[in-house]
């Protein structure tokens, strides 16, 4: 029995100049919409202390097109404006289930500024893919570099610019996927990340960390620097943020390539790849952030958790307070070590190993997640992308050292 699962195709457009004025429009319309809707909501619960439901809203948006003064709605796609209804009737769930989990970051829907606001907008249906081109509702044929074909059913697609000024799409598909077969782990590898080294392997491989900001550094420093010197509004102040944002773009270009290159060979050629459950939130918050936000970890072991699902493969996320740095994998014995401290030897003195520490940590996180992934396969669990929390931990001798 087949699966459904979800995957989002983006491509780049390539408007006329009339083609940008439509979409322009269209974002406009989204805006106008979003703000006229909250505001209608916000104050319909302060006048009774209910809210105002998606088809209350949608009764009222038919009724607005028929004003003389908003007759310009009508111009517009007949699915983009109810789809924006529905956005913001679903912020509003969002938003208390983020206030239920305690998180202060994200807040009520605020009202979309023209100055602030990302153009953008969604049409769920009748949206085609052609050889070199997007076929959109009230817009027409829309060039577009079409780097891979479709495949399932289009679920919607959203249109959006960028800071730099170009127009993408994303479209959602649905395809059908074979069932996971849970096939017995052959080949398997343990990943330890890192800032001095991107990635260190089980197997002893290194992967060198590009520092794609670190390496940009430089141009943004002088672009931002050329930034401020413009005038507030002129001209030649849009020129400059284009250029920053483009650099910008091209960082996050980088290393979404490069990290996608490395899961997709990750999840090829391993049946069960071992990871820590890093905090990377957390880290973010500490004078490493520039360097562990430029690495991707985050985005690394999204890309490997998706891609393993696909691939019939696992994923195993190690406890964040697993030692596997300070552990020796030859005998078990926990060690006192600072970050300074890269190469060591085990102070048991029935062993006495010298251990690379990025290495060691990788062979104890693959041993660890091996450990993991049997338990729970031998516990009847078919899933095993993430083992954290998990309640057994490993007999461990602590060392006095």
Request: proline share 4%; glycine share 6%.
């Amino acid at each position: 029995m087949t699966r459904t699962i979800q995957t989002t195709y983006r491509y780049h457009l390539t408007p006329t100049g009339a083609q940008e004025i439509v979409r322009n429009q269209f974002a406009g319309a989204r805006r106008f919409v979003w703000n006229w809707a909250l505001h209608r909501k916000k104050s319909h619960y302060q006048q009774t202390g209910e809210t105002l439901s998606y088809h209350d809203l949608a009764g009222e948006l038919t009724r607005l097109k028929q004003q003389p003064e908003t007759a310009w709605l009508r111009e517009m796609d007949s699915q983009s404006l109810p789809q924006t209804l529905r956005d913001l009737d679903s912020a509003y769930p969002h938003f208390f289930r983020r206030v239920k989990r305690g998180e202060k970051h994200k807040g009520f829907p605020k009202f979309k500024s023209r100055k602030t606001d990302t153009p953008r907008f969604r049409i769920p249906q009748r949206v085609v893919l052609h050889a070199d081109a997007v076929s959109v509702p009230k817009i027409g044929m829309i060039r577009a570099v079409i780097h891979r074909p479709l495949e399932g059913v289009t679920k919607g697609a959203t249109f959006k610019r960028e800071p730099s000024g170009h127009w993408f799409v994303c479209i959602v598909t649905e395809p059908q996927a074979a069932p996971r077969t849970e096939r017995p782990v052959q080949t398997h590898v343990g990943v330890d990340v890192g800032l001095k080294s991107l990635a260190v392997f089980s197997t002893g491989e290194t992967i060198a960390n590009p520092r794609w900001y670190r390496t940009q550094r430089r141009k943004l420093r002088r672009a931002q620097q050329a930034l401020n010197r413009t005038v507030k509004g002129s001209h030649n102040r849009g020129k400059a943020r284009v250029v920053v944002a483009r650099l910008h773009q091209k960082i996050r270009n980088q290393r979404s390539d490069f990290l996608h290159k490395l899961s997709t060979d990750l999840v090829r050629y391993f049946d069960l790849v071992s990871i820590e459950d890093l905090s990377v939130r957390g880290l973010a918050k500490t004078k490493l952030a520039t360097s562990v936000l430029d690495a991707g970890w985050g985005m690394f072991r999204a890309m490997l958790e998706y891609k393993a699902d696909r691939n019939d493969t696992h994923v195993v996320a190690i406890g964040r307070f697993f030692p596997s740095s300070k552990m020796c994998g030859a005998c078990g014995w926990i060690h006192d070590l600072t970050l300074a401290i890269r190469a060591w030897d085990c102070l048991n003195p029935e062993c006495g190993v010298h251990h690379d520490r990025d290495l060691n940590a990788a062979r104890n996180i693959d041993h660890e997640g091996m450990r993991l992934c049997d338990l729970w396969v031998a516990a009847g669990h078919a899933e095993t992308q993430n083992a954290c929390g998990d309640s057994v931990s490993p007999t461990v001798v602590v060392g006095t050292g």
